[in-house]
Each structure stands twice: as C-alpha cells, then as structure tokens.
C-alpha cells in the first residue's frame, strides 16, 4: 500500500508539472547548465541564492534559480523530470516520509544515513552533509503566556490544554507519523480547538491574540520578530529535519567541481543563524537574494574551507 502510494504521489506530482507552466521550468532549462530549485518559503529562496552565489563564485557559468515550487513532491519531480538538476534545501525529516516513503525516525544520524543512501539508490542523487541546521515542526506560545503557567516543555501545556485554541499547519492534520494523531497518542492530551491553516499565517494569529499556541516551524523569523517561546519537544514526536541541499550525479559528472563547492556549506549555518536570516528578510523587508548575497560575502564564499577528494573537510 505505502508503495502504491508513493508511486500515486509522484504520478500526480509529474502531471502538476506538466500541466502547469512555471517559470524557469520546461522552456527555459539549459541542460547544459545548472538549474537550482528553491522553494516558496523565505527560508528555501534564501538558500536557493546561497546556492547560486556559491555556483557562480566558483564555476564559471550563469546559474537558474526557481523559487516557485511549493512543496517538497514538486522540488523532488523537478530534478527527476530533469527540470533542474540542483534542490537548494531538502530536509531529512519530509523526504525520508515523503519522497522515499518510509517510516519516520527520530535519530538524526540515522534518518541523514538513510536518505543518503535511498535518494543515491533510487533517485541517483547525492543528498549532502547538512548546511547545520534543522527546520523542524515546532509548537509556540508568547512569552506572556509561558510567562503565566511557566511553559517550557509541550509536555507543560497538558493542564490548560482544554482552554487553548491552537492553530495548525493545514497539511499536518493528516500528516502520519508525526501529525495530529500521532500528538494525541505521544503526549496524551487534546486543545480546545484546532485550526487548520496556512503555515505563514499561524505566527500572525498567534500574536494577534486569536490562537493561544500554534505550529510553526523552528527557524522562522517572525519567532524572533514576535518575542514567541518555542517548546521543547520533550517526548520526540517531531523527527530530524536537518537541512542539506541535493544534487543529481549526472550535473555532478558534468561539473566535479560542484561537488566541492556544495560540500564547502557543510556546517556553515547554525538553527540561530538561519533564524537569523530569516528574520532579516521577513521584518526588514530585505529580498532573499541581498541577505544571501551578504551572508556568502561576510564569510567570503567560504573559500577558506578546503574539501579533500572524497567530499569531506581537510
């Protein structure tokens, strides 16, 4: 059944594509050039140009960004319909459920093994070390409210639960593994009510007092922006979301030298810096593409990092 699924999964993902004129997909891909997908998120548009500026920095060629892909099923099918041939951002966590459709795991090295080894497998792509952070589900309250009960845990929302409107990713309702019915077994209790919402928009609802807790995502911005408190997931519901970008082996043969300039982003980015990052984009207003550019010249395109022959660091 799961594999039937999947297969169900990627068919409708290859017709979305087919059926839908992008931009910068279809006509407009150089096949002998690199084409970087990023994504729709703040976040994923500015790795998608860390991505390209490191590219252009060392090869000498004219990379194509897309940032118009709005999920992970649709950056997947962009590398395997040869679309692009570069993910800027895959996270561990959503391709190990999701793309190689297994079960998911709460070791982070484990589940960075296995998509390691699945997407060379199946895919023939080579998913490469993290860039350092993970972009997990999170759920978050304002300061004032874990001020109040002295919140720190999820665990420590249990006793007020009952009077807690909460608002929600809409996709992770359904969601196995780590979605809602797998909050109520893990942690034993219920809100009073759930919310099924675009995910940008629970960080606005939190702070405008209409949802008391909601689930976002560990790195975004606005937690900064809006003084919120992320809990901890005490009881690990939430798997590994470590972030690394993906190439296929094919642009990898046309240009090795690829592979040492992606590897040089292992380790580069921290959760706190690329909230960092996030928060520079979403609360002042600054294109991706400039806190990018500044962040790769800050740190002079990592060309103090040397990368020996197999991929790793000196």
């Avoid at 296929?248 to 982003?265: I, R, S």
């Amino acid at each position: 059944m799961k594999k039937i699924q999947k297969i169900a999964a990627l068919f409708l993902a290859a017709i979305l594509l087919s059926s839908c004129s992008l931009p910068g997909l279809g006509s407009g891909f150089n096949e002998e050039g690199i084409t970087i997908t990023g994504g729709s998120t703040t976040e994923q548009q500015i790795m998608g140009y860390i991505v390209e500026g490191m590219v252009e920095h060392y090869i000498d060629i004219d990379a194509q960004i897309v940032n118009n892909l709005g999920s992970s099923s649709l950056n997947h099918q962009a590398l395997i319909g040869e679309d692009a041939n570069v993910s800027a951002i895959k996270y561990t966590g959503t391709s190990l459920t999701g793309e190689l459709g297994q079960d998911p795991i709460t070791d982070p090295e484990v589940a960075l093994e296995l998509v390691v080894e699945g997407f060379a497998a199946e895919f023939d792509q080579k998913w490469f070390p993290t860039y350092g952070f993970a972009n997990t589900y999170a759920f978050m309250v304002t300061q004032e409210l874990a001020d109040q009960y002295d919140l720190v845990t999820i665990s420590d929302l249990e006793d007020i639960a009952g009077e807690l409107d909460a608002g929600v990713d809409s996709s992770w309702i359904q969601r196995a593994g780590d979605g809602y019915d797998a909050f109520l077994e893990t942690y034993g209790f219920d809100f009073n009510r759930v919310y099924p919402m675009q995910i940008g928009l629970v960080y606005n609802a939190l702070q405008a007092g209409e949802m008391d807790v909601v689930l976002g995502y560990s790195t975004d911005g606005r937690i900064k922006s809006y003084d919120l408190v992320v809990l901890e997931d005490d009881k690990q519901l939430f798997p590994p979301y470590d972030a690394s970008p993906v190439a296929t082996f094919e642009v990898l043969e046309a240009y090795p030298e690829l592979n040492e300039v992606l590897t040089k982003l292992k380790n580069t980015i921290s959760d706190e810096k690329m909230q960092e990052l996030n928060y520079i984009s979403d609360n002042n207003l600054i294109e991706p593409k400039v806190v990018a550019d500044d962040f790769l010249k800050e740190n002079n395109y990592f060309e103090s990092v040397e990368v020996n022959e197999e991929g790793g660091e000196q």
